[in-house]
């Protein structure tokens, strides 16, 4: 039977979600919370492709609070360092999708090992998995931070297999992020992709096995 691995971030749980704290915390407009969300959350991606193309290594959690201090400069923003980490928790805190204990519950249930494999340390993933309700429906949370480098690298999807105990082309993995997908692909595994906002294929990298609009649906396309 298949081993599931899904990502965390923007997939099972909203990073968008922050923006309630956010709010809270900065005492900005609406509009520019979403300006300093989608900023943080771009930083943060463009800041683990960077290291890993550098062959160098922070946690994520670092890398995650680099891109919020650079967000935060973007905008002019400069909270003191208390505000700034009641921000910077927020992503310890995220908002699950809906129908994402729905589809883990419903491949472990049909004998599928379901993990987490995503970019975070092991520290903040613990956290976030029990913080949102997610913990008690995954087998195993396997982190990028094992390898020291971060996803596409092929390093990071190789480990998993290997952490899971199966060969990498009898492992899944399930993301809404369609680089993400491509680099599995690239690596060996077969890929769900849950494109939520009905995007065109990416032009780098393999197709994805299953294609679906939203973690229930991606379901019966695994199992």
């Known amino acids: 039977m298949a081993a599931i691995c899904f990502d965390m971030y923007g997939t099972l749980c909203d990073t968008s979600s922050v923006t309630g704290t956010l709010g809270r915390e900065l005492d900005a407009s609406a509009a520019l919370v979403a300006e300093v969300d989608a900023t943080w959350r771009r930083r943060q991606l463009e800041y683990s492709f960077?290291?890993?193309l550098m062959d160098e290594y922070r946690t994520f959690w670092e890398v995650t609070a680099d891109a919020l201090d650079y967000a935060l400069a973007r905008y002019g923003l400069d909270p003191d360092q208390e505000t700034r980490e009641?921000?910077?928790s927020a992503?310890?805190?995220l908002t699950p999708y809906p129908g994402a204990t729905d589809a883990l519950s419903a491949l472990r249930e049909a004998g599928h090992t379901v993990a987490v494999l995503s970019n975070g340390n092991p520290e903040m993933l613990e956290t976030l998995a029990e913080n949102a309700g997610l913990a008690?429906?995954?087998d195993e949370i396997i982190s990028a931070?094992?390898?020291?480098t971060f996803k596409p690298?092929?390093?990071v999807y190789e480990n998993a297999a290997n952490e899971l105990g199966e060969p990498l082309e009898e492992c899944w993995l399930v993301t809404s992020n369609a680089w993400d997908a491509a680099g599995a692909g690239s690596a060996g595994m077969r890929t769900g992709w849950v494109n939520r906002n009905r995007d065109p294929h990416e032009r780098i990298g393999p197709a994805a096995t299953a294609t679906a609009r939203d973690l229930p649906g991606i379901v019966?396309?695994?199992?």
């Open 50 to 52: 960077q290291l890993s």
């Open 153 to 155: 690298a092929p390093a």
């Open 136 to 138: 008690s429906h995954l």
């Open 220 to 223: 019966p396309e695994i199992r």
């Open 91 to 93: 992503y310890e805190d």
């Open 86 to 88: 009641r921000a910077l």
């Open 145 to 148: 931070d094992a390898v020291e």
